[in-house]
């Protein structure tokens, strides 16, 4: 379905008042890739799962990038911001505590996880992010105080620069997040263990906030 610009899917939780899960997939994915992430990561939550509005080659994406690695900055600030909005109009539409919000993304949706976190602290509750990069550095930290983020890198990425995960776990802890760096070795795609352990940090984060 469509709605505030994004098609998207919403699947409820199975109890009121639980955790909501904000899939973003990699580029070339779409909004039903990451639904059986979603799931095997939190079985009982609920899950919204739009589709990225920028295309490169015909292959969905959350923003543009001039080359491979290097993002279009601008634009990633214009989608970061509407895709914010996204998030509070389905909260409202769809009747999820807008204070229970995760993301979990996998590399262009990782990265644009990673901008909500730095441009509109307090909207995530915390994020899982599979092959994220250090989408830009802040002018100054934002509060996030509280915020629980889970990085799973691969020592044999060849897609993400050197030094990128390291830059972004920095750069979180550095505005008070609480992050959680792992290594793995895999290349960019997930490696054995990986969502298991995404799953258990996600169990723990949501077990102390309760």
């Known amino acids: 379905m469509s709605g505030a610009g994004f098609v998207h899917r919403f699947l409820p939780g199975r109890s009121d008042g639980g955790p909501t899960l904000l899939l973003l997939h990699g580029t070339g994915g779409n909004e039903n890739d990451l639904v059986p992430l979603g799931r095997a990561l939190a079985p009982d939550a609920a899950l919204l799962s739009p589709r990225g509005k920028v295309l490169e080659n015909g292959m969905p994406r959350f923003f543009r990038r ?16 509407e895709l914010a909005g996204f998030v509070r109009w389905a909260s409202g539409e769809y009747g999820f505590d807008p204070g229970g919000v995760l993301a979990a993304g996998y590399s262009n949706g990782a990265n ?7 441009l509109h602290p307090g909207l995530l509750r915390g994020a899982i992010l599979f092959r994220p990069m250090a989408p830009f550095e802040p002018e100054s930290p934002p509060d996030l105080s509280g915020t629980g983020v889970f990085i799973a890198a691969g020592r044999r990425d060849p897609l993400i620069p050197p030094g990128h995960p390291e830059r972004l776990a920095g750069i979180l802890r550095e505005a008070g997040a609480e992050v959680e760096l792992r290594w793995y070795e895999a290349g960019h795609a997930l490696g054995p263990g990986e969502v298991e352990d995404a799953r258990s940090w996600l169990s723990a984060a949501l077990r102390q906030k309760r």
């Not at 001039?66 to 911001?81: I, M, N, P, S, Y």
């Not at 644009?112 to 730095?118: D, E, G, K, T």
Request: hydrophobic share 50%; proline share 0%; aromatic share 4%.
């Open 66 to 81: 001039l080359a491979e690695g290097v993002f279009d900055q601008e634009d990633l600030v214009r989608r970061t911001h």
């Open 112 to 118: 644009i996880a990673a901008s909500l976190l730095l």
